[in-house]
């Protein structure tokens, strides 16, 4: 018998599909997790009588950001899928955001009404009421247990899971022995690896980056102010939560359930300066948001601040899946505070977009001068061979200038402005990407790292003289690295920047470095050549 339309309840709205859909989650979610795993959908999508390349189609859709699972939410938009499929309808993105969704009828599974009723024999009602689908990350647990302490293979149930559990076997080990963690980067924890993606926006102050997050999200969030003057004195991470508030930096450093520890390092100075927004928004539930400071220029440049600026926002750039640059019309001198602050950006270039915002304060032809000398500016900073990715438009609620932009301008803006949003959008669907991108990159760095540091313990003398030598090595750096490199065989790319690791090496003894221990970088490359594609290739489409 199949379970289709006619199963379901009389009147059919959007809290009967919830209703009908979670007893059907549950019984097809076998170990109770609230994830729909790909061995799990194969057995019970089959019930759809669906060809395979129509399944795989809605599996591509449903977990549109390749987390390698459906949470209750995917669920619900696969079987919306899977009915629109039996009803003669495309699958695609386009079909579903078409789609009466509310009163869409469920689909037909054959089978699927006998295997509810064995299943409710042996569960009461009130075990599927109280069955709450939330993706608790169980393996949050692991990170509290000791370095290197094997995890089960079960316990894997989503790539993030996978990549978890490599960091506590085999990399977060090697961190550890190296001092990874005093060099380049804190250890990693769970929220790290579970946090939203997040946008950081940059610029000089008052060149419209709160105003910019305004417009996103169609209103003001808690604490936002803004002025010609420069009005955003803090960094202010900008995310969801149960009402409107703001937490203080301290607090949210300590806060184990955000990703925001390893800012601890800055101190209290930074910390007083750092904030979080909170707001129930749908926005905010996919993505975080980091308004900053306006960069300082001209006389502004000589009051010190009472942090690290830069370091701080290298280390928002590494956490974050884009960088916003932006510029106005007025302001597109790069002072020297800018020019350190890009220059600490190397390496998430990929990450970097430029925005020339308010930029229907000058007509075409001003606005042809302005894209140039831009381009320019940013050509003497940013030191590629490919031209960055500049958006013109003039983000806010205000309705663009007409007068200055002209009838050719509008549609420039209008074009410029969906194309950054398209942008925007597909920083969900990419994160699990991006996760898997800077997981492997910060191993490759941490093996360098590993090499450098058991380098300059072997160039220690047993005995005399010892004092001397670290002053030779120290001066020596570049030279160092160079014999690390050719020995090792590794890509040039991989490698610090050596005025930086200098300084941090200066307070160091280096007699009292971890020689290298080549089972631990073995493992790292096991790692990387095996275990991540390994991982890949188990929670890929399971209609592949």
């Not at 619900?76 to 993105?93: D, F, H, P, R």
């Not at 670290?470 to 030279?479: A, C, F, G, P, Y």
């Not at 020995?487 to 040039?492: Q, R, S, Y």
Request: overall charge neutral; some cysteine.
């Amino acid at each position: 018998m199949a379970s289709s339309a006619d199963s379901s309840p009389t009147r059919w709205g959007p809290k009967e599909q919830r209703s009908l859909y979670l007893r059907w989650f549950y019984l097809a979610d076998d170990d109770g997790d609230g994830r729909l795993t790909g061995r799990d959908a194969l057995k019970f999508f089959a019930m759809s009588n669906l060809s395979r390349d129509d399944l795989k189609q809605v599996w591509a859709i449903a977990d549109s950001k390749r987390q390698g699972y459906l949470g209750f939410s995917e669920f619900m938009t696969a079987m919306q899928l899977v009915s629109l499929a039996q009803a003669g309808q495309e699958i695609s993105q386009d079909t579903l955001a078409h789609a009466d969704l509310g009163s869409l009828q469920p689909p037909t599974m054959e089978g699927l009404d006998k295997k509810l009723k064995k299943s409710s024999g042996n569960k009461s009602g009130s075990d599927i009421v109280a069955y709450h689908p939330i993706e608790s990350p169980m393996s949050a647990n692991w990170f509290n247990s000791k370095s290197g302490k094997k995890i089960a293979l079960k316990s894997v149930t989503s790539i993030i899971d996978g990549l978890k559990k490599s960091y506590i076997e085999k990399l977060r080990p090697l961190e550890k022995t190296y001092q990874y963690n005093d060099f380049v980067s804190p250890l990693l924890t769970s929220s790290d690896f579970d946090a939203k993606p997040m946008v950081m926006l940059l610029g000089q102050y008052s060149t419209g980056k709160t105003t910019f997050i305004k417009h996103l999200l169609k209103t003001s969030y808690p604490g936002a102010h803004i002025g010609p003057e420069p009005t955003t004195d803090r960094f202010v991470v900008i995310t969801s939560g149960p009402d409107e508030r703001c937490i203080p930096g301290n607090t949210i450093a300590v806060q184990a359930d955000m990703p925001y520890s390893g800012l601890s390092s800055f101190g209290t100075a930074f910390l007083s300066k750092f904030e979080c927004s909170q707001m129930p928004h749908p926005l905010l539930d996919h993505i975080s948001f980091v308004d900053t400071p306006g960069v300082l220029s001209g006389e502004k440049q000589r009051t010190q601040r009472s942090y690290d600026f830069t370091g701080v926002t290298s280390w928002f750039a590494a956490k974050c899946d884009l960088i916003l640059l932006l510029f106005d019309p007025h302001k597109l001198d790069i002072s020297d505070e800018f020019k350190r602050v890009i220059m600490s950006l190397r390496g998430h270039d990929d990450k970097i977009r430029i925005v020339l915002n308010k930029a229907d304060q000058v007509d075409a032809q001003q606005l042809m001068r302005v894209y140039g000398a831009l381009l320019w500016s940013l050509g003497k900073v940013l030191n590629t061979p490919e031209v960055m990715r500049v958006y013109i438009g003039s983000f806010n609620d205000k309705p663009i200038r007409e007068t200055a932009a002209g009838p050719l301008g509008m549609e420039l803006f209008e074009r410029e402005q969906e194309d950054l949003m398209s942008d925007l959008n597909d920083i969900p669907k990419k994160a699990c990407d991006r996760r898997i991108n800077e997981f492997v990159k910060r191993a490759r760095s941490a093996k360098v790292h590993a090499h450098i540091i058991s380098h300059l313990k072997k160039e220690m003398p047993a005995l005399m003289g010892k004092a001397k030598a670290q002053l030779k090595l120290l001066e020596t750096l570049d030279e160092q690295f160079a014999k690390v490199q050719k020995e090792m065989h590794l890509p040039a790319g991989d490698f610090p920047s050596v005025d930086e690791y200098r300084e941090t090496l200066s307070a160091y003894n280096f007699d009292r470095f971890e020689r290298l221990r080549p089972k631990m970088v073995q493992g790292v490359d096991d790692m990387l050549a095996y275990d991540i594609p390994g991982l890949l290739k188990q929670f890929r489409n399971p209609y592949q």
